[in-house]
């Protein structure tokens, strides 16, 4: 089997799993627990044997297809991977199986529940492989959906709420973004749809009016899918109400395709526009990391506080970025602009990693236990609930950035890079880091440590499915904060043929 037919199988597999659900009798429970776990850990199997077939010191997109799909208009089934995309991949795949296995519980219309996940793995799959404009943002619009009634149907009480702000705010975001789309479609030369030869050609590249209209509109898509502040308010209605395992996937995933189409798309297609409002952008992203872990250190619901840590966190991938776009033009700052954007990639795969499993562990302490997630209700865990406790103490100490966990990687590198193209935001923005840490080790010792809350008592510890669901990801922690290099060599080929493109 060819790597072509190895990714396309990736992505459509989840989607032919769940046709198959929907032929199933909706009584046949456990046979629908099966299948949608088959099929999103095939499809995961499949991400991970692309890494056989693909050249990881090898620049550009690989094991490509392209074939016609609407010849008239020039759009084409156009998909790839390159060191940007695969880990993206197959992050993904990882996610939704956990998030399966975590829901094996979940009694309420479990079919169409596990069809919806299914489908969102097809979705957000497509987001991080299409090479076509038109396929891209099919994809996009199509993550919408299924987020939007995972959150309106298993959600909390305020669960409508949530689901038509969530969609909302997305929405708007689509419509503009579209507009840049179309932008780029009528000035190419010849039409099409296809990336790659959008980014050669820079169709916009003589109206700087146009240019901006457009990188407006993919901006504005980008930032509320990240989301960036201001336009975050969505984020943490979403995440309150979703069902759990929707949490994981809309942090772990979701906000990653903002971040995503920044290094992709705005960078790829407006190096000039993109550079010309670097600042700016990087001074939101610095509000977002300060306001992000200010906000969480005044919550008192944990699930909030994970909520508004990702704003901090999605803060460091966009400074990163702006760091990185600020570079364009200039070779003497080529070297930081790698080294940002590696960083800025890293995060993006350490925070899915690593909030994914924090949101893992509110809902099993919330959803099958206390069901609170009050702060201040908690206390001493660690003498009643050890396995948990230690998974949990480790998910947040490697958030708040120790070395020798993924996440320090990661924001080391950032701040390497940002410090090398303009210090002074990268200085307040280390400001950010150590409130985040101070805001963990201050949540640490009012859940786990002090005195025991006797209320608590007898609660059992991690069983074996929430054991499947979470040791993954605490190894993953582990194992890319100590070895980085083979995730980072992956990267670096990426970025480092990104930066070149933009000298």
Same mark, same amino acid.
């Given at each position: 089997?060819?790597?072509?037919?190895?990714?396309?199988?990736?992505?459509?597999?989840?989607?032919?799993?769940?046709?198959?659900?929907?032929?199933?009798?909706?009584?046949?429970?456990?046979?629908?627990?099966?299948?949608?776990?088959?099929?999103?850990?095939?499809?995961? %199997?499949?991400?991970?044997?692309?890494?056989?077939? $693909?050249?990881?010191?090898?620049?550009? $997109?690989?094991?490509?297809?392209?074939?016609?799909? !609407?010849? &008239?208009?020039?759009?084409?089934?156009?998909?790839?991977?390159?060191?940007?995309?695969?880990?993206?991949?197959?992050?993904?795949?990882?996610?939704?199986?956990?998030? #399966?296995?975590?829901?094996?519980?979940?009694?309420?219309?479990?079919?169409? =529940?596990?069809?919806?996940?299914?489908?969102?793995?097809?979705?957000?799959?497509?987001?991080?492989?299409?090479?076509?404009?038109?396929?891209?943002?099919?994809?996009?619009?199509?993550? +919408?959906?299924?987020?939007?009634?995972?959150?309106?149907?298993?959600?909390?009480?305020?669960?409508?709420?949530?689901?038509?702000?969530? $969609?909302?705010?997305?929405?708007?975001?689509?419509?503009?973004?579209?507009?840049?789309? /179309?932008?780029?479609?009528?000035?190419?030369?010849?039409?099409?749809?296809?990336?790659?030869?959008?980014?050669?050609?820079?169709?916009?590249?003589?109206?700087?009016? /146009?240019?901006?209209?457009?990188?407006?509109? $993919?901006?504005? *898509?980008?930032?509320?899918?990240?989301?960036?502040?201001?336009? @975050?308010?969505?984020?943490?209605?979403?995440?309150?109400? &979703?069902?759990?395992?929707?949490?994981?996937?809309?942090?772990?995933?979701?906000?990653?395709?903002?971040?995503?189409?920044?290094?992709?798309?705005?960078?790829?297609?407006?190096?000039?526009?993109?550079?010309?409002?670097?600042?700016?952008?990087?001074? /939101?992203?610095?509000?977002? +990391?300060?306001?992000?872990?200010?906000?969480?250190?005044?919550?008192?619901? /944990?699930?909030?506080?994970?909520?508004?840590?990702?704003?901090?966190?999605?803060?460091?991938?966009?400074?990163?970025?702006?760091?990185?776009?600020?570079? =364009?033009?200039?070779?003497?700052?080529?070297?930081?602009?790698? !080294?940002?954007?590696?960083?800025?990639?890293?995060?993006?795969?350490?925070?899915?990693?690593?909030?994914? %499993?924090?949101?893992?562990?509110?809902?099993?302490?919330?959803?099958?236990?206390? @069901?609170?997630?009050?702060?201040?209700?908690?206390?001493?865990?660690?003498?009643?609930?050890?396995? =948990? *406790?230690?998974?949990?103490?480790?998910?947040?100490?490697?958030?708040?950035?120790?070395?020798?966990?993924?996440?320090?990687?990661?924001?080391?590198?950032?701040?390497?890079?940002?410090?090398? #193209?303009?210090?002074?935001?990268?200085?307040?923005?280390?400001?950010?880091?150590?409130?985040?840490?101070?805001?963990?080790?201050?949540? #640490?010792?009012?859940?786990?440590?002090?005195?025991?809350?006797?209320?608590?008592?007898?609660?059992?510890?991690?069983?074996?499915?929430?054991?499947?669901?979470?040791?993954?990801?605490?190894?993953?922690?582990?194992?890319?904060?100590?070895?980085?290099?083979?995730?980072?060599?992956?990267?670096?080929?990426?970025?480092?043929?990104?930066?070149?493109?933009?000298?």
């Amino acid at each position: 089997m060819t790597g072509e037919t190895l990714l396309t199988l990736t992505l459509f597999l989840p989607l032919a799993g769940g046709v198959v659900l929907l032929l199933l009798p909706r009584t046949a429970v456990e046979a629908i627990r099966l299948v949608a776990l088959v099929a999103a850990a095939l499809s995961t %199997a499949l991400s991970l044997l692309l890494l056989g077939p $693909f050249e990881a010191g090898r620049p550009g $997109f690989q094991l490509v297809t392209d074939v016609p799909w !609407i010849p &008239a208009i020039g759009v084409g089934y156009r998909v790839g991977v390159d060191g940007l995309s695969l880990p993206l991949v197959i992050l993904t795949g990882v996610l939704t199986v956990l998030s #399966i296995v975590y829901s094996w519980r979940v009694e309420v219309r479990v079919k169409e =529940y596990m069809f919806l996940f299914l489908l969102l793995q097809t979705a957000m799959v497509g987001v991080f492989v299409a090479l076509d404009l038109f396929l891209f943002f099919i994809v996009w619009e199509l993550t +919408i959906v299924p987020m939007y009634f995972l959150i309106g149907i298993w959600g909390g009480p305020r669960k409508e709420y949530a689901a038509i702000k969530f $969609f909302l705010y997305t929405l708007v975001g689509s419509l503009a973004m579209l507009v840049g789309i /179309l932008l780029f479609y009528l000035h190419a030369d010849p039409r099409t749809f296809d990336l790659r030869q959008l980014i050669q050609q820079r169709p916009l590249a003589g109206d700087l009016r /146009l240019a901006q209209v457009a990188f407006w509109g $993919f901006f504005l *898509s980008f930032a509320i899918k990240v989301p960036m502040w201001p336009f @975050h308010t969505w984020l943490p209605d979403a995440h309150v109400e &979703a069902p759990t395992a929707g949490s994981v996937i809309l942090a772990g995933v979701l906000l990653k395709l903002g971040t995503y189409g920044f290094v992709r798309y705005s960078l790829g297609l407006f190096p000039e526009v993109f550079r010309q409002f670097a600042v700016p952008i990087a001074i /939101l992203a610095l509000l977002g +990391i300060v306001y992000g872990v200010l906000v969480a250190m005044a919550q008192r619901d /944990l699930k909030k506080l994970v909520a508004y840590s990702s704003v901090n966190h999605m803060g460091f991938v966009m400074l990163g970025t702006a760091a990185a776009a600020y570079a =364009y033009g200039r070779p003497e700052l080529a070297r930081w602009a790698a !080294i940002a954007l590696n960083g800025a990639v890293y995060e993006m795969l350490a925070h899915g990693v690593i909030t994914g %499993a924090l949101f893992l562990i509110v809902g099993v302490i919330y959803d099958y236990r206390t @069901h609170t997630r009050g702060v201040d209700d908690f206390g001493g865990l660690w003498h009643l609930l050890p396995a =948990y *406790s230690g998974v949990s103490v480790l998910a947040m100490l490697a958030s708040l950035g120790l070395p020798g966990l993924m996440g320090f990687v990661a924001e080391f590198l950032i701040f390497l890079g940002a410090f090398g #193209i303009f210090p002074a935001i990268a200085a307040v923005g280390l400001l950010g880091i150590v409130l985040n840490a101070g805001m963990f080790l201050w949540t #640490i010792r009012r859940v786990f440590t002090g005195p025991v809350n006797e209320r608590w008592r007898g609660l059992p510890d991690l069983d074996a499915r929430e054991w499947l669901a979470l040791a993954p990801l605490a190894a993953l922690m582990l194992i890319f904060g100590l070895f980085p290099r083979p995730l980072l060599d992956l990267i670096d080929v990426a970025m480092t043929g990104l930066v070149t493109a933009l000298r």
